[in-house]
């Protein structure tokens, strides 16, 4: 967790580590109530009305009860009953291709397809790799930057860059995200780039918001893709499932 503060702001930032072989349930669980811990900490503290006593550890008991409570309802959402079978069946690379042709997810869907691949006996793991930005090597950038809907960049720290700048590299950001499910005969993996998430990759699907999928059915290695992914890269799969906005989907 970092704490990035301006004027009279707070800003926390959580960012989940890599992790190998672990429970999805607890992991997720665990990132959600450390994340939202120094949140209702800092409202407790400048909250001059609570009379109640408390300290880290109560406040992170509750905010686990939360995150649980979050966790549990996320995962009463149903999604398509092709990606149950491929955790379900011994499923070749023609078989997966044609299963998942036309199939679609929301991130809410994505989050309970997870949860199912644990309750099968998959593990969880979760890789991320960053590449830096090419354009601003001479440059200083500042320690936090978002762009907001309205199109304004906000961020915190010194910087030499300008915010047309900082929405470039924020716009351009070159990021790798997997998440892979293993059960010691099969693996799964989902994963995604930023641009990706933008709709700004080339391919069929390349202009809609979406992830890539591929497993040891691909003909590599759990191994060799993960070398991949740490070198930035991944191995080309026919395989983009459109991930939909909740709320749109709902429409």
Not at 43 to 57: E, T
Not at 95 to 103: C, N, S, V, Y
Not at 112 to 121: D, M, R, T, V, Y
Request: glycine share 4%; net charge neutral.
């Amino acid at each position: 967790m970092t704490t990035y503060k301006y004027e009279d702001k707070e800003l926390f930032a959580n960012e989940m580590d890599e992790v190998e072989n672990v429970s999805y349930r607890d992991t997720m669980i665990k990132f959600h109530a450390s994340s939202t811990t120094p949140v209702f900490k800092a409202y407790l503290d400048k909250d001059k009305k609570c009379r109640l006593p408390y300290n880290d550890d109560i406040v992170y008991r509750v905010a686990s009860i939360i995150a649980e409570n979050t966790y549990e309802n996320f995962t009463k959402c149903s999604f398509d009953s092709c990606f149950e079978s491929l955790f379900k069946k011994d499923l070749s690379k023609k078989e997966q291709i044609r299963l998942l042709k036309g199939a679609q997810l929301t991130e809410t869907k994505l989050f309970s397809l997870f949860n199912f691949a644990e309750e099968c006996g998959y593990k969880f793991s979760h890789y991320k790799w960053r590449g830096d930005p090419k354009s601003v090597k001479e440059e200083k950038l500042p320690s936090f930057m978002h762009l907001k809907d309205d199109g304004f960049v906000e961020y915190v720290g010194d910087t030499t860059l300008t915010e047309c700048q900082m929405r470039t590299i924020i716009n351009q950001a070159d990021v790798l995200i997997a998440r892979i499910f293993d059960n010691g005969i099969h693996w799964h993996c989902f994963l995604h780039t930023y641009k990706g998430l933008k709709g700004q990759e080339s391919g069929e699907q390349g202009s809609r918001p979406h992830i890539h999928y591929l497993s040891d059915s691909f003909g590599i290695s759990k191994d060799d893709l993960i070398k991949m992914i740490r070198m930035g890269r991944y191995p080309n799969t026919p395989v983009h499932i459109p991930l939909l906005n909740d709320v749109t989907e709902k429409k």
